[in-house]
């Protein structure tokens, strides 16, 4: 049985390229001054394709540690003034979590309210914003449903009121062409497993102004050279076929819901169909009758693999925490799958879930009238 692969929100497969451009640094000897070199090279290439002159690099384990050390950093800056923290109601669960860990320590935390439609609420956020002292979060891309939020309004109004402010842009990288100088968030974050690199690499951007302050905040750690190396090939190949990504994305999206549309008029797209609201390659799907976790585990024995909601709490068993903060009832957000494409995903594939789906469903169908 040829498997198929539509978890690619969740992580993705290293490219054939990216560990070819990886491999010398794993087996020829390389010294320090030519590493140190070839670390300034990539970091310069790096800030190139991200437009990011004014930031800093800083290399962590992984995309939830990025967001974490922002979080500290922001913290530390703050230091003296109000402790109050601002995010939104449908932030990554390494976010999410620590933001509740910061309440319990005295923070007044603050979640801004996420329509279905991906509409944040910026009204309170301007509201938040004319108190003294904060920082604040919101993802770029949501991971669950592939909303793109209004960050550059985030940014801009966090700014105007002298607040710094990060994003995790985890999710948007190479879904988007960003151009972080002209975003202007003091803190970004990427993890490059998400573009067919290296799994076990993160990087969190910092502005220069406050990088030298940041310092105390950020681990103690060797760069691992070679998966930056490998990171860098990633998203120099994605940028490269950036325009043929994303169109490729978008007609595996459009052949996804019209299969599903034919059917049952019960099945609910969560995730935005426009390209201005969310990127075509994550696709949030609520079915009726059925389980999203049982349809995980029966789409397996299908040999597809999906998801139910993010990576970080898979095995929950519980209604994903994103789907209830837009507005839908723990019955219904437990019938929610995760449907996500990468550059590998074929249309033929995408042909092949739907008939499974079909197989699924039609049982529960025939006998009801939800057709």
């Not at 910061?102 to 914003?129: F, M, Q």
């Not at 700014?159 to 190479?174: E, I, P, S």
């Not at 076990?200 to 760069?223: A, M, Q």
């Not at 993010?310 to 995760?338: F, H, N, Q, W």
């Amino acid at each position: 049985m040829n498997r198929v692969y539509f978890d690619n929100a969740g992580t993705t497969s290293v490219r054939a390229e990216v560990l070819e451009s990886m491999s010398p640094f794993f087996t020829s000897y390389i010294t320090c001054e030519n590493a140190i070199k070839e670390m300034n090279t990539l970091k310069e290439r790096l800030k190139n394709h991200l437009r990011a002159f004014d930031y800093e690099l800083v290399f962590t384990a992984s995309g939830s540690e990025a967001n974490n050390i922002a979080l500290a950093c922001m913290a530390h800056l703050n230091n003296g003034k109000e402790k109050r923290l601002i995010t939104t109601t449908i932030e990554h669960a390494a976010i999410r979590n620590t933001a509740k860990k910061y309440e319990a320590a005295g923070y007044d935390y603050k979640a801004l309210k996420v329509s279905a439609n991906g509409d944040v609420d910026l009204e309170a956020l301007a509201t938040w914003c004319q108190h003294d002292g904060g920082f604040g979060s919101m993802m770029y891309v949501n991971n669950e449903t592939g909303m793109i939020l209004p960050v550059k309004t985030f940014v801009d109004t966090m700014h105007r009121y002298g607040k710094v402010c990060h994003t995790d842009a985890v999710q948007a990288l190479g879904h988007l062409k960003l151009d972080l100088d002209d975003l202007g968030a003091d803190f970004v974050s990427f993890s490059a497993h998400k573009i067919h690199g290296p799994k076990g690499l993160g990087v969190l951007l910092v502005k220069k102004c406050y990088y030298e302050d940041c310092k105390v905040v950020f681990p103690v750690s060797t760069d691992n050279l070679p998966y930056i190396v490998g990171f860098e090939k990633a998203l120099s190949l994605r940028y490269e076929a950036m325009s043929n990504h994303q169109s490729h994305m978008l007609n595996l999206k459009q052949r996804l819901l019209s299969g599903l549309r034919a059917i049952s008029k019960d099945i609910v797209i969560i995730s935005p169909e426009s390209e201005e609201r969310a990127v075509p390659a994550i696709n949030n799907i609520m079915l009726p009758f059925l389980d999203g976790d049982s349809v995980v585990v029966m789409c397996d024995l299908y040999g597809i693999a999906i998801s139910s909601g993010s990576a970080c709490s898979s095995g929950a068993m519980t209604a994903s925490p994103v789907i209830l903060a837009l507005g839908y009832d723990e019955a219904s957000a437990k019938r929610c799958i995760r449907i996500s494409m990468g550059d590998f995903t074929r249309l033929e594939e995408v042909d092949r879930i739907i008939e499974v789906l079909k197989n699924m469903l039609e049982p529960y169908l025939e006998r009801s009238d939800v057709k």
